[in-house]
T-cell receptor, first 115, second 117 residues
Framework: EPEVTQTPSHQVTQMGQEVILRCVPI?????FYWYRQILGQKVEFLVS????????KSEIFDDQFSVERPDGSNFTLKIRSTKLEDSAMYFC?????????????FGQGTRLTVV | AQKVTQAQTEISVVEKEDVTLDCVYE???????LFWYKQPPSGELVFLIR??????QNEISGRYSWNFQKSTSSFNFTITASQVVDSAVYFC??????????????FGKGTMLLVSP
């Protein structure tokens, strides 16, 4: 069964460092997303990406965040200068092999710990 | 603005009991979708069901059933004969259909279900 794959599963980084979280969406999906879940809290939308550009972003997704689809398979989230409050589980999701609403399939998440 | 409320923070039941997880939503749109996701202790998000706003038929899948009532803006989830493996956090989510055919999910805060043997 196709699945969304995220690497690494856990990353520890020092405050101020740049991190790149990687995702391989389901191959025929067209829409890609990043969500964040701070420990014990709800899942929050960060950004959606379609046709090689950002479709929508939340207030959380400020200038320190960026997304990229560098090749035909990977979808990355970069955090330029990490802060302690960036510590969270980051979920990549993909959906939609055609127009209309489709359920989002989530990866297993990357737990980011900023120390 | 979209909003999803899961008033039950934590529910504890004994195995084989039935349990209902509540979800109330707010949206101004007439076209929208509702979802339930399960987050087991391992942390991943597992899709359980999607329901569109035009389909109020209740759905049953094995021990799971969902009751969608537009009149009360609720989309409740019932687990019949609960099992220890059902222990997880359950999230209700809402999305509005955008013009570009995609939409983003607004999640509730989740309900932690603990099923003890």
């Amino acid at each position: 069964e196709p699945e969304v794959t995220q690497t690494p599963s856990h990353q520890v980084t020092q405050m101020g460092q740049e991190v790149i979280l990687r995702c391989v969406p389901i191959s025929n999906h067209l829409y890609f997303y990043w969500y964040r879940q701070i420990l014990g809290q709800k899942v929050e939308f960060l950004v959606s990406f379609y046709n090689n550009e950002i479709s929508e972003k939340s207030e959380i997704f400020d200038d320190q965040f960026s997304v990229e689809r560098p090749d035909g398979s990977n979808f990355t989230l970069k955090i330029r200068s990490t802060k302690l409050e960036d510590s969270a589980m980051y979920f990549c999701a993909s959906s939609g092999s055609g127009r209309g609403m489709h359920e989002a399939f989530f990866g297993q998440g990357t737990r980011l710990t900023v120390v | 603005a979209q909003k999803v409320t899961q008033a039950q923070t934590e529910i504890s039941v004994v195995e084989k009991e039935d349990v209902t997880l509540d979800c109330v939503y707010e949206t101004r749109d007439t076209t929208y979708y509702l979802f339930w996701y399960k987050q087991p202790p391992s942390g991943e998000l597992v899709f359980l069901i999607r329901r569109n706003s035009f389909d109020e038929q209740n759905e049953i899948s094995g021990r799971y059933s969902w009751n969608f009532q537009k009149s009360t803006s609720s989309f409740n989830f019932t687990i019949t004969a609960s099992q220890v493996v059902d222990s997880a956090v359950y999230f209700c989510a809402l999305s509005e259909l955008g013009n570009s055919g995609y939409s983003t999910l607004t999640f509730g805060k989740g309900t932690m279900l603990l099923v003890s043997p």
